[in-house]
């Protein structure tokens, strides 16, 4: 059963950036494209950013120029990081694969919170 763990969130005012990693464990992470999402209070779970097992990126109109997606896969993780950081930005993030959604469970998710 995969695991996926969130991290690196937190408080940062609006202009500010942090770098999100989730690490996920128990499958083989490199064959499987990875994604972002959030979901912001009130809000359903959206779609952010994912990335393919070759490395090519597609991301939501909202972050493009702004949040850059990676992965390594050695150390089953993708990262996503996030610059210029917006107000509506703040949301629990949440990774998965786009491939397996309602396979994986979910992890706990990382607050991101944008405010001055």
């Known amino acids: 059963q995969v695991q996926l763990v969130e991290s690196g969130g937190g408080l940062v005012q609006p202009g500010g950036s942090l770098r999100l990693s989730c690490l996920a464990s128990?499958?083989?992470?490199?064959?499987?494209?990875m994604g972002w999402y959030r979901q912001a209070p009130g809000k359903t779970r959206e779609f952010v950013a994912r990335?393919?097992?070759?490395?090519?990126?597609v991301y939501e109109t909202f972050v493009k120029g702004r949040f850059t997606i990676s992965r390594d896969n050695a150390k089953n993780t993708v990262y996503l990081q996030m610059n210029n950081l917006k107000p509506e930005d703040t949301a629990v993030y949440y990774c998965?694969?786009?491939?397996?959604?309602?396979?994986?469970?979910w992890g706990q998710g990382t607050q991101v919170t944008v405010s001055s």
């Open positions: 998965n694969s786009p491939d397996m959604l309602g396979s994986w469970p």
């Open positions: 128990g499958s083989i992470f490199s064959i499987y494209t």
């Open positions: 990335i393919s097992s070759g490395g090519s990126t």
